[in-house]
């Protein structure tokens, strides 16, 4: 079934690794500082280390930002290139404009506008208005409450109109465009994820759109809007050897 993803490899130590159309900025000579798995965007490669973001060609790799913490994070491509490291502010890559937001790591594009989550609480945007730097993007949209306080939302995926919500224990699906036709429901209290970065979206056969992530108990799981199949009994003995950095849950 792995091999059926389009956009998900299995690493030899058996790691979901990285989306289709990423590449290890060291494949590029870009600098011993740098080995982070980088987002294609246009012709560029974008990648972070501790303090900067690059973006980089194979030829070349040019310093579009400075950061001051941990730059661990993600893109996400609005009408601009969003970096989010759940530290400091938001910004817009290039242009270096912060961005008056929540600090979330969960950044996704979803129904023409942004969501985000701290603790067990998702925000969102009006629709077409991310990203600014004259406003507060998220004051104008809605927020919501998930579950429980004592379990943080760690990753969201879209799927379609509908998002799922990965949660430490458990797994959400929200429906609606309007966040007046907006309804939350669970789809399952029996698997919940590790790691924002193992939640990947994919398209696999038999599933269609899905999410593919490590649950909580380090199973390879396939999450879609009926619920959740696990697929790594292949690789489950390599998974279970995996020692994760501490991250923090925002």
Not at 43 to 58: L, N, Q
Not at 65 to 73: E, F, I, P, Q
Request: with cysteine; hydrophobic share 40%; proline share 2%.
């Amino acid at each position: 079934q792995l091999q059926e993803a389009s956009n998900v490899i299995i690493k030899k130590n058996g790691i979901v690794a990285k989306r289709h159309c990423s590449k290890l900025v060291s494949d590029f000579g870009a600098g011993g500082e740098i080995n982070a798995v980088s987002e294609k965007i246009g012709d560029f490669y974008y990648a972070s280390t501790y303090d900067k973001i690059y973006a980089i060609t194979p030829s070349a790799s040019v310093v579009v930002n400075v950061l001051t913490k941990n730059a661990s994070g993600r893109f996400v491509m609005f009408d601009s290139l969003v970096y989010t490291n759940g530290e400091e502010a938001m910004i817009v890559v290039g242009v270096g404009s912060v961005l008056g937001s929540p600090l979330s790591k969960t950044l996704v594009k979803h129904n023409d506008r942004a969501f985000c989550s701290t603790a067990n609480v998702l925000y969102e945007t009006a629709p077409g208005t991310y990203p600014s730097s004259t406003v507060d993007n998220f004051a104008t949209g809605a927020s919501w409450t998930i579950g429980e306080s004592t379990s943080h939302i760690v990753g969201l995926i879209s799927i379609g109109k509908n998002l799922l919500i990965f949660k430490e224990k458990e797994i959400f699906i929200q429906y609606g465009y309007t966040k007046n036709e907006r309804q939350t429901q669970l789809l399952t209290k029996n698997y919940g994820s590790l790691s924002a970065f193992s939640i990947k979206s994919a398209n696999i056969q038999g599933f269609g759109d899905c999410a593919i992530f490590l649950s909580d108990k380090k199973r390879l799981c396939i999450a879609n809007l009926n619920g959740v199949v696990e697929i790594g009994d292949n690789v489950q003995d390599r998974l279970d050897t995996i020692a994760l950095a501490d991250e923090p849950v925002m």
